[in-house]
């Protein structure tokens, strides 16, 4: 991200008020795809907090991304209905058959792995986003049908 970026995101949220915070961080996000050290010392910067006060809010919050995400990137929710149905266990399928753990991204860049809180669709659990797509219901099958196109797809 550029300086004039960084300026732009700023300069919406005059005056350095603190609770511009959030709006900030997700406005970097949403740009650069992830937030950095660099970044959030920036941020703390102009918002006159220390760089920890930052990182700590920035790490509470699940939507702040710290790494890249892969070419098809995989959010699996692992709230209460989801997780009761077996998200874990087709987290656990996920990390093996695309080599990657959760909260990181593939050494090719390929796929990344997110764990999410409730996505709002309880009644369709488990679900599964993999970019922009939902997938609800999801049955062994669907997922194995799900990894092995991305798979073929980015061989
Ligand atoms: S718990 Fe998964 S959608 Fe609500």
């Known amino acids: 991200m550029t300086k004039e970026n960084l300026e732009s995101i700023f300069s919406k949220y005059p005056g350095n008020k603190k609770d511009g915070l959030l709006p900030i961080l997700q406005e970097i996000q949403d740009q650069q ?47 209460t209905a989801c997780h009761l149905i077996g998200s874990s266990t087709y987290l656990a399928e996920l990390e093996k058959q695309l080599k990657v753990k959760a909260g990181s991204t593939s050494k090719d860049r390929k796929f990344s792995i ?39 797809k980015t061989e």
């Not at 488990?126 to 073929?152: A, G, M, W």
Request: proline content about 2%; hydrophobic content about 35%; glycine content about 6%.
């Open 33 to 79: 795809g992830y937030l950095t050290d660099e970044l959030l010392a920036e941020v703390g910067k102009y918002l006159n907090l220390p760089s920890n006060k930052v990182y700590g809010v920035a790490t509470f919050y699940d939507q702040f991304r710290f790494h890249s995400q892969g070419q098809y990137h995989i959010r699996i929710c692992n709230g």
């Open 114 to 152: 997110e764990i999410s809180n409730c996505m709002g669709a309880c009644d369709s659990a488990p679900v599964i986003q993999i970019n922009d797509v939902f997938y609800t219901h999801v049955t062994d099958s669907d997922l194995d049908r799900c990894i092995r196109s991305i798979k073929e």
